[in-house]
């Protein structure tokens, strides 16, 4: 049975069966041909998976992050983080970087900050005349580490699945984000000192405190979130909200970028892009449920613990499946798919659930920009008019500079636990 829906889900994908309906057509097939339990049961635990109160923040993240595009918050950071870094060699490559990393605090979306940061920032490089494989490789890379500044979507979602402290998760977030954010700064530091890229113009202290007075309502954002969060004055639940709320103040009437119409457009998209992970949320929960009753989690807990004691050696081998699977599924089925797999084996290691989720999400932040289905690939190509043949051997150094900051995350536990431990112990 195990092995049935195995083979069944893998040639769906191949054949480019959407994975929501891979997911639910395996679980149907195999119930009726296997099982004498009514596929209304199936139905019934999809829909269980979206009625959690962990996934009431997602829609308004997204929300909150729409606007902000649309409202003009992000670009203000731009302009803000610009006007700092841009006075050294390779000022714009930092730029991108800390702009990635601020707009992460913002969108929670990996793909949506490649958007916000490279329709702007790629054209810019080409003119100042950067090598080529060096800004496609930075522009298609940067926006991954939005999977671990909180506020994540995929870290929502990881809790959906295991339980786990949404709080938690976010403030274990921010020291990950920081190390992987500063991973690639360093590299940039590295690179530009060798290849002596171009000053993006210094800015004077006049202009750096107006482009500072003009992104301090963009700024208050993340602030709002994790200070809320951390100080227990909200969940996450009503940060997102509290944010997505103050956003539209800002962009109607600090900014005076967006308007009624705007907001009605946005509310569509946003409702749509809910919707589609919503879907799949659905169906990976359903698919989750079947394995739990044929006891595959089980089986795979006892047949690893039989041969693994070490919970390093375990970390090894998530490392290594999570980075293969990134290279071809999205971040969010992944950890809905294999987060139930790998939590009771943790738990059984030692290996603290939160320190795990975060390990996960790292791992997946890598395969969205990995060959040769990472999705922030394709939306790179659509922003810089790039082949995807130019487009792959750009990225690689920077998955590899990555996979230095996984290993980090992965082996400096405190990394990551450090803020939760703080607030919570």
């Given amino acids: 049975m195990v092995i049935t829906i195995a083979v069944l889900l893998i040639s769906l994908l191949l054949f480019g069966v959407p994975i929501f309906v891979a997911l639910n057509l395996a679980v149907f097939v195999v119930m009726v041909i296997f099982t004498d339990m009514s596929p209304m049961i199936m139905i019934q635990k999809a829909f269980a998976g979206v009625d959690k109160f962990a996934l009431m923040s997602m829609p308004f993240f997204i929300f909150a992050a729409n606007v902000m595009v649309v409202g003009g918050l992000s670009d203000r950071i731009l302009k803000f983080t610009r006007s700092i870094v841009g006075r050294v060699s390779g000022g714009l490559a930092y730029t991108t970087e800390v702009s990635c990393m601020v707009f992460g605090a913002l969108s929670g979306s990996s793909p949506a900050t490649v958007i916000a940061m490279g329709k702007v920032l790629y054209p810019e490089m080409v003119r100042q005349k950067y090598p080529e494989g060096f800004s496609l490789g930075l522009i298609t890379s940067s926006g991954s580490v939005a999977l671990l500044i909180p506020p994540s979507i995929t870290m ?7 339980g786990v402290s949404v ?47 003009d992104a301090a309502w ?26 997505a ?31 589609q992970v919503l879907v799949l949320v659905a169906a990976a929960q359903a698919f989750g449920w079947f394995l739990t009753v044929a006891k595959v989690p089980q089986t795979l807990s006892a047949s690893l613990l039989a041969n693994i004691d070490s919970a390093w050696v375990f970390l090894v081998i998530i490392n290594v499946i999570l980075l293969i699977v990134g290279m071809f599924m999205e971040g969010i089925a992944a950890i809905i798919i294999l987060g139930p797999l790998f939590y009771p084996i943790a738990l059984n290691l030692g290996i603290d659930p939160v320190h795990l989720g975060i390990i996960m999400v ?51 536990p405190e990394i990551s636990l450090f803020l939760p431990n703080l607030a919570y112990n």
């Fill in 167 to 213: 709080g938690e998760l976010f403030m274990a977030g921010v020291g990950a984000g920081l190390v992987y954010g500063f991973a690639t700064l360093i590299y940039i530091y590295i690179y530009s000192r060798r290849h002596k890229l171009p000053v993006d113009g210094k800015s004077t202290m006049r202009e750096i405190l107006i482009a500072t007075k």
């Fill in 245 to 275: 709320v103050y956003a539209i103040f800002v962009g109607m009437f600090v900014y005076k970028e967006l308007s009624i119409s705007k907001l009605i457009e946005i509310s569509k998209d946003s409702a749509v892009t809910c919707a």
């Fill in 362 to 412: 790292a791992n997946l932040a890598i395969g969205n920009f990995t060959p040769p289905f990472g999705l922030n690939l394709f939306v790179a190509t659509g922003i810089t008019g790039m082949k995807m043949s130019r487009l792959v051997p750009a990225v690689m150094v920077y998955v590899f500079v990555n996979i230095i900051a996984l290993l980090l995350i992965t082996y400096i």
């Fill in 218 to 243: 963009s700024l208050m954002v993340p602030i709002i979130i994790l200070g809320g969060i951390y100080l227990g004055i909200m969940t996450p639940t009503e940060a997102a909200g509290v944010s």
């Fill in 156 to 162: 929502i979602i990881y809790a959906t699945a295991t």
